[in-house]
């Protein structure tokens, strides 16, 4: 079987280069997909569709086309990694953990100690919590062989 991750999260650091290395290294069979990790493209995936003055609207239309994109690789994964960084609010990143909870997936966080308590419900519900990327290369390995 080849397992479908889906790792979703902060785009500032190389969390999943880290965790697409090690399971290269490993031999794991796994597939890693994601939503759009480039923000300008992110934010300009409903721009086609017309120019909006507000930018709640330009918002708006973009996550509804991203949605298109997210939707589809949640439903697919197997299991998802869910990155929250300290630097930045990853409302997404707790959106999707929250869907991949709804759709019974199974799902491992990444994150700091330093930010237990705001992701206490997100934390709540995944399998795993680890706080660099090898442990979840660890995981996956134990997941996908048994070992």
């Not at 995936?45 to 120019?51: I, N, S």
């Not at 491992?108 to 709540?124: F, G, N, Q, S, Y």
Request: charged share 25%; proline share 4%; glycine share 6%.
């Amino acid at each position: 079987m080849i397992w479908t991750v889906y790792l979703s999260g902060e785009i500032h650091t190389d969390w999943r280069e880290r965790i697409q290395a090690g399971c290269a290294e490993l031999e794991l069979p796994v597939e890693f997909v994601s939503p759009n990790t480039d923000h300008d493209s992110s934010d300009a995936a409903g721009d086609h569709l017309g120019t909006e003055e507000n930018p709640f609207w330009r918002d708006h239309k973009s996550s509804k086309v991203n949605a298109i994109r997210t939707k589809n690789l949640i439903e697919s994964a197997n299991i998802g990694v869910v990155r929250f960084g300290s630097q930045y609010k990853q409302w997404n990143a707790a959106f999707d953990a929250g869907y991949l909870a709804a759709l019974d997936t199974p799902y491992i966080t990444l994150h700091d100690a330093d930010i237990i308590h705001p992701l206490k419900e997100v934390d709540a519900a995944a399998m795993a919590w680890a706080q660099e990327p090898e442990q979840v290369v660890e995981i996956l390995r134990y997941v996908t062989q048994g070992k």
